[in-house]
């Protein structure tokens, strides 16, 4: 069963902090990665993505770090808002033909 | 500009009861995706539609069917409603199925009592 699995489950962050979320995959063959937000009452939406011939990608205060040789990939979000306060789910690809997998999600507090 | 379209946001079933969730997108997208969203469980897949035509059965396909009427239409059907799917339904569409941007619906929140 190919999976994705991401910690921590909840997550509390100081506003100014970074936070960080990581994801480790199993399937060799995953080549997307995706991270979406989601608040509550919405649906999910693309956050952010990479892809595994780069080890980093950054979008303003969004990072994704990616170790490939460790398959584990990282989601760091800095100078931390308390609009950042959403659930996090990170996702892989399989192959160009295959659906996204999910992570479990992470639940992230900012405080104020 | 609509994205995806999902009907109803709400609904409470009595168990045993069957219902239609409605799903549509304007994006002309040929992938179309039900989830199903649980408190600690992510998201997890029920059914796909990886191109007009074409059903699959995702993670959790038990006690749902699914029909993609056309390219923009992909419905999902509850035949006897259990306490146990009870949950948040997404709707979701992609240009393809893999390795490009999925868009959500804003959800149907189900009770089934």
């Known amino acids: 069963q190919q999976q994705v699995k991401q910690s921590p489950q909840s997550l509390i962050v100081q506003k100014g902090g970074i936070s960080i979320i990581n994801c480790a995959y199993e399937?060799?063959?995953?080549?997307?990665f995706p991270w979406y937000q989601q608040f509550p009452g919405k649906g999910p939406a693309l956050l952010i993505a990479?892809?595994?011939?780069?080890s980093e990608k950054k979008e303003g205060r969004f990072t994704i770090s990616f170790n490939k040789s460790a398959k584990q990939f990282s989601l760091h979000i800095m100078d931390s808002q308390p609009g950042d306060s959403a659930t996090y789910f990170c996702?892989?690809?399989?192959?160009?033909?295959?659906?996204?997998?999910f992570g479990k999600g992470t639940r992230l507090h900012i405080l104020p | 500009n609509a994205g995806v379209t999902q009907t109803p946001k709400f609904q409470v079933l009595k168990t045993g009861q069957s219902m239609t969730l409605q799903c549509a997108q304007d994006?002309?997208?040929?992938?179309m995706y039900w989830y199903r969203q649980d408190p600690g469980m992510g998201l997890r897949l029920i059914y796909y539609?990886?191109?007009?035509?074409?059903?699959d059965k995702g993670e959790v396909p038990n006690g749902y069917n699914v029909s993609r009427l056309n390219k923009r239409e992909f419905s999902l059907r509850l035949e006897s409603a259990a306490p146990s799917q009870t949950s948040v339904y997404f709707c979701?569409?992609?240009?393809?199925?893999?390795?490009?941007?999925?868009?959500f619906g804003q959800g149907t929140r189900l009770t089934v009592v």
């Open positions: 979701a569409s992609s240009f393809a199925t893999g390795n490009t941007e999925a868009f």
């Open positions: 399937n060799t063959a995953f080549d997307y």
């Open positions: 990479i892809r595994p011939d780069v």
């Open positions: 996702a892989a690809n399989p192959n160009r033909d295959d659906k996204i997998i």
């Open positions: 994006m002309n997208h040929n992938s």
């Open positions: 539609s990886a191109s007009e035509g074409t059903t």
